[in-house]
């Protein structure tokens, strides 16, 4: 796990250092271009949701296995079998959909899918020791890291993503800071170059799109 953290750290460093070189390469240029702002605001949508993920992810199976003795299948686990994985990929596509230029997100994908598949397939076959036939089932029934439309339409959502105020207790400082980041580093170039009557219409996208997170996790809640 450090070993996995210290490379994402170096990983991001990197990144940072080469868009502060390279900025009008790598950063989006704000125009009023009607798909600039649905790229914002749909990359905004899925750092929220994704963050929703990784905390009802982590919360469950913290809950749920205790030191990794029992196989967790319910849950986040029943949508796909690496929900926090899921959960950070949305996190950083949203992050790269905000303020990134479009082809930076293939980039991404490719870098994210290297540094975790390795990670995820030791992580599978150690579980496949461990639990044997019960885990080839589960993974006959469920798959990796993308779930299946079906299995969204039809399932409650609060069976598929529970949330407990304790488990997003620890990661609010986290997902706060991701938002509050984002919107300001979003919304002082927006301004710069549109003004702020011209940022209104975004800006209220932006509230709605909190206001939903705040009133799904509210619904998602569990005592």
Same mark, same amino acid.
């Given at each position: ?9 170096? #990983?991001?460093?990197?990144? %940072?250092?080469?868009?502060? $070189? ?18 914002? $605001? ?9 963050? #929703? ?50 082809? %930076?997100?293939?980039?991404?994908? /490719?870098?994210? %899918?290297?540094?975790?598949?390795? /990670? ?23 798959? /990796? ?8 339409? %039809? ?12 488990? $997003? ?5 986290? $997902? ?31 509230? /709605? ?15």
């Amino acid at each position: 796990m450090k070993k996995r953290l210290r490379l994402s750290g170096v #990983l991001i460093f990197l990144a %940072t250092c080469l868009v502060l $070189v390279f900025p009008k390469l790598f950063l989006r240029p704000d125009t009023l271009n009607p798909l600039n702002d649905i790229s914002e $605001v749909f990359g905004f949508a899925l750092v929220l949701f994704g963050s #929703l993920l990784r905390i009802s992810g982590r919360g469950y199976k913290a809950e749920h296995s205790k030191e990794g003795k029992a196989l967790v299948k319910d849950g986040p686990y029943g949508l796909v079998r690496n929900p926090m994985y899921l959960g950070i990929a949305m996190i950083g596509l949203g992050i790269v959909l905000v303020l990134f230029r479009w082809w %930076t997100s293939a980039i991404f994908i /490719l870098i994210f %899918t290297l540094q975790y598949i390795l /990670l995820i397939f030791k992580e599978e076959k150690r579980l496949a020791d461990k639990f044997g036939q019960e885990y080839k089932n589960y993974i006959n029934s469920i798959p /990796l890291i993308l779930p299946k439309i079906n299995t969204i339409l %039809t399932k409650d959502m609060r069976s598929i993503l529970p949330l407990k105020l304790s488990w $997003v207790k620890k990661e609010i400082g986290t $997902v706060l800071g991701i938002i509050l980041g984002l919107l300001a580093l979003e919304s002082w170039e927006d301004i710069r170059v549109q003004g702020l009557a011209a940022y209104k219409e975004e800006l209220f996208a932006f509230s /709605l799109l909190i206001a939903l997170f705040f009133m799904l996790t509210a619904y998602l809640r569990q005592e």
